[in-house]
T-cell receptor, first 109, second 116 residues
Framework: DAKTTQPTSMDCAEGRAANLPCNHS???????VYWYRQIHSQGPQYIIH???NNETNEMASLIITEDRKSSTLILPHATLRDTAVYYC??????????FGTGTRLKVLA | EAGVVQSPRYKIIEKKQPVAFWCNPI?????LYWYLQNLGQGPELLIR????????DSQLPKDRFSAERLKGVDSTLKIQPAELGDSAVYLC??????????????FGPGTRLTVL
């Protein structure tokens, strides 16, 4: 299973874009990149996922490099409520999600 | 649309006591998952159900843990007897199915277990 590497923590000013990187250099061709976040005392919340192309939804944008070895989750206008642990998951061709320890994003007022 | 419901949200028990957690998945979701999350760590899968069948329980410690999903909807996870090391958050998730196009998982709020 492909392993992901994320920074342990990041800070972002409120109203600015938050760019969360993820390295998945061993990803294979049929593996999707998923992003979840977990706000304190809540369960993980699905954000977005993608295979090759960049994706955007109402919550965020996902930018996947052409070689697929890394990706960036972008929260365009971070708010205090976006403070959470963000998990980047490379999902093999099965249902299994393997969570790492994620990036702790703190949005500062 | 209602999300995944779990109860109780918090549970404190003495070691060697039994404990049970309940999960109601999103309506229409055939696949149900139980995860364990230790402090500071990501969730780890314990068991996956397809309808009422446990199709992957390889990570479930079967000496003390058991689970059931009668009628393919609600599910219960039980620990008997509980040990100090079982203190953690127990998360339930559900998805429409388990294929690439249907397996986005939606999580409940979890049950925080404290074993004294």
């Amino acid at each position: 299973d492909a392993k992901t590497t994320q920074p342990t923590s990041m800070d972002c000013a409120e109203g600015r874009a938050a760019n969360l990187p993820c390295n998945h250099s061993t990803i294979s061709g049929n593996e999707y990149v998923y992003w979840y976040r977990q706000i304190h005392s809540q369960g993980p919340q699905y954000i977005i996922h993608g295979l090759k192309n960049n994706e955007t939804n109402e919550m965020a944008s996902l930018i996947i490099t052409e070689d697929r070895k890394s990706s960036t989750l972008i929260l365009p206008h971070a708010t205090l409520r976006d403070t959470a642990v963000y998990y980047c998951i490379v999902r093999p061709g099965t249902y299994k999600y393997i969570f790492g320890t994620g990036t702790r994003l703190k949005v500062l007022a | 649309e209602a999300g995944v419901v779990q109860s109780p949200r918090y549970k404190i028990i003495e070691k060697k006591q039994p404990v049970a957690f309940w999960c109601n998945p999103i309506s229409g979701h055939n696949t149900l998952y139980w995860y364990l999350q230790n402090l500071g760590q990501g969730p780890e899968l314990l068991i996956r159900y397809e309808n009422e069948e446990a199709v992957d329980d390889s990570q479930l410690p079967k000496d003390r843990f058991s689970a059931e999903r009668l009628k393919g909807v609600d599910s219960t996870l039980k620990i008997q007897p509980a040990e100090l090391g079982d203190s953690a958050v127990y998360l339930c998730a559900s998805s429409l199915g388990a294929s690439v196009s249907t397996d986005t998982q939606y999580f409940g709020p979890g049950t925080r277990l404290t074993v004294l």
